[in-house]
């Protein structure tokens, strides 16, 4: 028993000896742990230090470099301010002493024009003087001659005036036949030399306007892009702009036909924008071709106000630079409008020179002359006086709007103006090559053809297309449906017929579509 409690205590002993052991082992181990993290800690803010003394001296140096570019740049400011001053003080000091030069030049001719001033009242008051001498002299010679004559002095000066009025009379006659045959003799030989002076003095190329345009293109693998599944890419072309597009067997080109020269460039843009692009399909069509319509009308503003300042016109109303700017979509029997009013214009200015007329204005008539031409659609009013009611309502000089008006011989002519730009007129659409009158016939026709369907109810747009041959009819989905579509087709044929004289035969095709559109927000 006592060796089992010895056993126990001993081994209790040992339990508590072990535990001793091993605490003191865990708190040597943890002496350590923290005398390592101490030495980390402090490791960690020496590191810390360094770094933000060099980060401090850093920024002390870019400041210290701040500074002195802020100090350099303020130098550079105050130089400059300085080196102004100076020139401003040199400037005052120069018109000082040409203001003090002038006060002394005016002195000195304030003192001459005294002397002068008296001077001329000296001699005028001797002049009256004689004067009262010279009367009362010339008043005894008359009493003296009326005495010896027999004569009062009147009967002496009518007597005087009427042998005078006779011999005037005889005078005047033969000089005014002598210069009458004298002018009979250089009239006609002066008027061609100042016409054919002035044609000399312009040259121009011949006008040539034509109905097609040709659109190149990279490969011939575009042209199916361009045409689209069943045709519907070339169908949209061809309705949003009013061009028949042309696809035939011409190696890399394609051809827009169309009698009016504002569509054809609207649809070779669209394509040129829609080639590029890659994306071509109908809904982009539509957007292409709106946005083409607008730069067409910026770029008519652009060429107009180019023109004016081309001609050295100054002060040209804003509607009148965009009328003229439109003159460049337009044709005269062939003969491109614009081409046409900037001869005119030269024409007219050299022929004004050559008579002492005044050249600018002349130049300025010739110009706008033919505006009257510019509206798309028919009007009753002829061209001349339609350009004169213009240019009368965006304030021209009323030389400039009698000869716009008279040019055509609608008015009497009331200044030296107006036959000389319908001279000027005459010579330009007259040249070999100027016009032709075929042409203009044939876009007449097409016009009226367009005209005759815009006069039927729900029609929205109208082309005519082929060369006249085919009228495609465009209609609000709204106002006719499909049998309306049919009966209007029928109608407008028959008043083809009845209003108009062609060759061969006309197609109308009537379009109706119905869309509907909604915007998500």
């Known amino acids: 028993m006592d060796d089992i409690t010895i ?5 209790l002993l040992g339990g508590i000896a072990g535990f001793v052991v091993a605490k003191i082992l865990e708190k040597k181990k943890a002496s350590k742990v923290l005398s390592r993290a101490h030495k980390e800690a402090q490791k960690i803010l ?25 100090k350099a740049e303020h130098e550079k400011v105050i130089v400059a301010k300085d080196k102004k001053m100076a020139e401003a003080e040199k400037r005052t000091r120069d018109k000082e002493s040409q203001v003090s030069n002038e006060l002394s030049k005016n002195k000195k001719l304030t003192s001459e024009l005294e002397a002068k001033s008296k001077d001329y009242d000296f001699r005028l008051e001797f002049l009256e003087k004689r004067q009262s001498e010279v009367d009362r002299l010339h008043k005894s010679k008359i009493e003296q001659l009326e005495v010896i004559s027999g004569l009062s002095a009147e009967e002496a000066k009518a007597q005087l005036v ?9 005078d005047a006659m033969t000089f005014i036949q002598n210069t009458m045959e004298e002018a009979k003799l250089t009239a006609q030989q002066e008027a061609k030399k100042v016409i054919v002076n002035t044609i000399q003095r312009i040259g121009t190329e011949e006008a040539i306007d034509n109905c097609v345009s040709v659109f190149n293109l990279e490969s011939d693998d575009v042209k199916g892009r361009i045409i689209g599944r069943e045709g519907r890419n070339i169908r949209a072309l061809e309705s949003a702009t009013g061009v028949e597009i042309i696809v035939d067997d011409t190696p890399e080109a394609i051809i827009l036909s169309c009698f009016d020269s504002v569509r054809r460039e609207v649809a ?15 809904a982009r069509i539509e957007e ?6 607008k730069q067409i009308e910026e770029e008519i503003i652009e060429v107009g106000k180019r023109t004016v300042i081309d001609l050295g ?9 965009k009328a003229v700017g439109r003159m460049k979509y337009r044709s005269s029997y062939g003969q491109n409008l614009l081409q046409h009013s900037r001869e005119v214009a030269k024409l007219c200015s050299v022929m004004a020179a050559e008579l ?20 798309e659609t028919d009007i009753e009013t002829p061209h001349a006086i339609l350009g004169m009611e213009w240019a009368e309502k965006y304030g021209e000089k009323p030389e400039v709007c009698n000869a716009i008006g008279a040019h055509h011989d609608e008015i009497e002519m009331k200044s030296l103006l107006a036959p000389i730009v319908q001279v000027c007129d005459a010579i330009s659409g007259a040249r070999p090559g100027a016009r032709r009158q075929v042409l203009d016939s044939y876009i007449q026709r097409l016009k009226d053809l367009e005209e005759i369907a815009f006069a039927f109810t729900g029609v929205k747009k109208a082309y005519a297309i082929q060369a006249g041959r085919e009228l495609r009819v465009i209609v609000e989905s709204e106002k006719v449906s499909d049998d309306k579509a049919a009966e209007l087709s029928f109608e407008i044929s028959q008043k083809i017929q009845t209003d108009m004289t062609y060759p061969g035969q006309v197609k109308i095709t009537v379009i109706r579509e119905t869309r509907a559109v909604n915007i998500a927000k």
């Open 7 to 11: 056993s126990i205590v001993v081994a």
């Open 46 to 70: 020496r590191d810390a230090k360094s770094e933000g003394e060099s980060i401090k001296k850093d920024k002390i140096l870019q400041a210290k470099e701040k500074f002195l570019e802020l």
């Open 162 to 170: 009427e042998s005078l009025k006779g011999e005037a009379k005889s």
């Open 268 to 282: 070779r843009l669209s394509l040129h924008r829609l080639v590029t692009d890659g994306r071509i399909h109908p």
């Open 288 to 293: 292409v071709v709106k946005k083409t319509r």
């Open 313 to 321: 016109i100054h002060g040209l109303h804003p509607e009148l630079i």
């Open 356 to 375: 002492g007329v005044n050249s600018k204005l002349a130049k300025r008539a010739g110009l706008l002359h033919d505006i009257g031409k510019v509206p």
